[in-house]
């Protein structure tokens, strides 16, 4: 496993469709992270899950995005109905989280590029 | 105001030269910080990571200072490959990172 994986790299959709982005993390990484960057801006916070639950979600993440990790493996994320507002990177981070709290190993992925025509 | 703000540059320096990137954060309860660098379209890495007695690597040196909470970062002997994108980056809580805006370099021969 060489690292965190991300699928698509580019994505160019028209306004109004659906997209759904794919994240592989690093094989022994129980977290997986969702960060969106715009361009000039650093990345921002999404969502983020410890296995197959997730713990917390940005209130940036409006009622068009949904995201899974079905099997505490690989993650989705979708966008519902797509606004050109919607054009950013969107990274995918992974880290294997502790019980003493530790947090090791953040690595982000390449991203994907969204951009709505 | 913004939980970490940098100022956005870009800075020009001519290779050798030493730049300092400020970063202030708002909650004074954070206790480790880090320097992410970010090429151009592609992904973060992490720079360096600071803690209280600050850190050194190399020609980086990264400082934090909580009186004032403000996290800085000296890039000595600036090399053409250190061009990028800096970005400062507090703990969320929870495992999440809220990075600053990013602070733009660029080496010239």
């Known amino acids: 496993d060489t690292g965190v994986s991300q699928n698509p790299r580019h994505k160019i959709t028209k306004r109004g469709q659906n997209v759904t982005f794919r994240c592989d993390p690093i094989s022994e990484h129980n977290r997986l992270y969702w960060y969106r960057q715009t361009l000039g801006q650093g990345p921002e916070f999404l969502t983020y899950f410890q296995n197959e639950a997730q713990l917390e979600k940005s209130r940036l993440l409006s009622d068009r995005f949904s995201a899974e990790r079905p099997k505490g493996s690989f993650s989705t994320l979708e966008i519902q109905r797509t606004e050109q507002g919607d054009s950013a990177m969107y990274l995918c981070?992974?880290?294997?989280w502790g019980t003493g709290g530790q947090e090791y190993g953040y690595t982000f992925g390449s991203g994907t590029r969204l951009t709505v025509v | 105001r913004k939980e970490v703000e940098q100022d956005p540059g870009p800075f020009n320096v001519p290779e050798g030269a030493t730049v300092a990137f400020n970063c202030t954060y708002s909650n004074s309860a954070s206790q480790s910080f880090f320097w992410y660098r970010q090429d151009c379209r592609k992904e973060p890495k992490l720079l360096m990571s600071?803690?209280?007695s600050g850190n050194e690597d190399g020609r980086f040196t990264a400082q934090l200072n909580r009186a004032s909470q403000y996290i800085s970062l000296l890039i000595r002997d600036s090399k053409l490959s250190d061009s990028a994108t800096y970005l400062c980056v507090a703990p969320g809580g929870g495992g999440k990172l809220i990075f600053g805006q990013g602070t733009e370099l660029s080496v010239k021969p």
């Open positions: 981070a992974s880290s294997l």
């Open positions: 600071v803690y209280s």
